[in-house]
């Protein structure tokens, strides 16, 4: 197999690869893991939303986020806001498996809210 990659110009992200060879991920959730990622930092979407980017369904994704969550590469955090009083998602998406007390990678913090 030949592998051509252009050289980037610009708009590049660098994943790691940790997430890609865990065999434990299916194809979808490495998928939603990679864009998960190269969001930027407080970035604001919904389940509906990622599957409108793709040829996915709604129910797709949610799946494949759910695995994520399952294997520690996002963790959903409940929050009140202490104005509105209203409760909001935010999950926190890992580039490697979290521990449950401590983050070991880098995470990303991605508003995610239920469609």
């Known amino acids: ?3 051509h990659r252009m050289a980037p110009v610009r708009a590049f992200a660098a ?3 940790t ?3 865990d065999r434990r991920l ?3 959730a490495v998928g939603v893991l990679a864009y998960l990622l190269r969001l930027p930092d407080g970035s604001w979407i919904t389940e509906r939303i990622l599957a409108e980017r793709r040829r996915e369904g709604c129910m797709s994704v949610v799946a494949s986020l759910r695995e994520l969550e399952e294997r ?5 955090v409940v929050a009140r806001d202490p104005v509105t009083r209203q409760y909001s998602t935010v999950c926190e998406v890992f580039d490697s498996p979290y521990e449950s007390t401590a983050p070991t990678g880098e995470m990303q913090k991605v508003r995610l809210v239920a469609a």
Request: proline residues 0%; glycine residues 24%.
């Open 1 to 3: 197999m030949h592998v």
């Open 72 to 76: 520690g590469y996002l963790r959903r």
């Open 26 to 28: 299916s194809w979808g």
């Open 15 to 17: 994943l790691a690869r």
């Open 19 to 21: 997430g890609f060879g």
